[in-house]
């Protein structure tokens, strides 16, 4: 499967733990964009990183929250000190470059219990 | 206000009905359109790409952008039962780098 992995699918954490989730591009791909689709909304970006860069982390809640696309291996997106409002689903996408189409990843879903 | 406006529905329609799906937006700014369709627990799908004003058909599915307007659509012809998802119309302009900014999606339910 070529496309773009996501993993782990689902996740569950208690209230402050951390959350590690896993993106990795489709072949050939160096963009990665992080969105989050909290129930009955549609999805927010939170981050663009390029390998070893963040471009744009606009969307990233001030704490708590960070990511990284090193220069081997996945990107990660980083949760630490979990609270239930973090419950969503995670979609990472990306893109072989600037202003090119982005395709999406299954997503992970995080429960915060 | 949102800068992108979708009603959530549900639109439920007979099998072989026309469909029709609409986004607002208020910033001038987008310039690239997208659809994305997303089964229920998956991750969205692209469905079409459109920059500025005008149409564009593939198969089944026709896109158009109204840019004076601000109003996007999207029609699904002869609909299946496996066309019901939820659309997400998506919106990209250079002041916002390349990060989309998303509808909040429709529901659609085609019945058999």
């Known amino acids: 499967n070529a496309g773009v992995m996501q993993n782990p699918r689902h996740l569950v954490r208690r209230r402050g733990q951390e959350a590690r989730l896993r993106c990795s591009p489709m072949?050939?791909?160096?963009?990665v964009y992080w969105y989050r689709q909290l129930p009955e909304e549609g999805l927010k970006f939170m981050v663009y990183l390029q390998k070893e860069n963040i471009i744009d982390e606009s969307g990233m809640p001030k704490e708590r929250f960070s990511a990284e696309f090193p220069k081997e291996g996945p990107s990660i997106l980083r949760i630490q000190q979990v609270v239930r409002g973090d419950s969503a689903a995670y979609f990472c996408?990306?893109?072989?470059?600037?202003?090119?189409?982005?395709?999406f990843g299954p997503g992970t879903r995080l429960l915060v219990l | 206000q949102k800068e992108v406006e979708q009603d959530p529905g549900p639109l439920s329609v007979p099998e072989g009905a026309i469909v029709s799906l609409n986004c607002t937006y208020s910033n001038s700014a987008f310039q690239y359109f997208m659809w994305y369709r997303q089964y229920s627990r998956k991750g969205p799908e692209l469905l079409m790409y459109t920059y500025s004003s005008g149409n564009k058909e593939d198969g089944r599915f026709t896109a158009q952008v109204d840019k004076s307007s601000k109003y996007i659509s999207l029609f699904i012809r002869d609909s299946q039962p496996s066309d019901s998802a939820t659309y997400l119309c998506a919106m990209r302009g250079l002041e916002y780098g390349n990060k989309l900014v998303f509808g909040a999606g429709t529901i659609l339910r085609v019945k058999s």
């Open positions: 072949k050939g791909h160096s963009h």
């Open positions: 996408a990306s893109s072989g470059g600037l202003q090119e189409t982005q395709y």
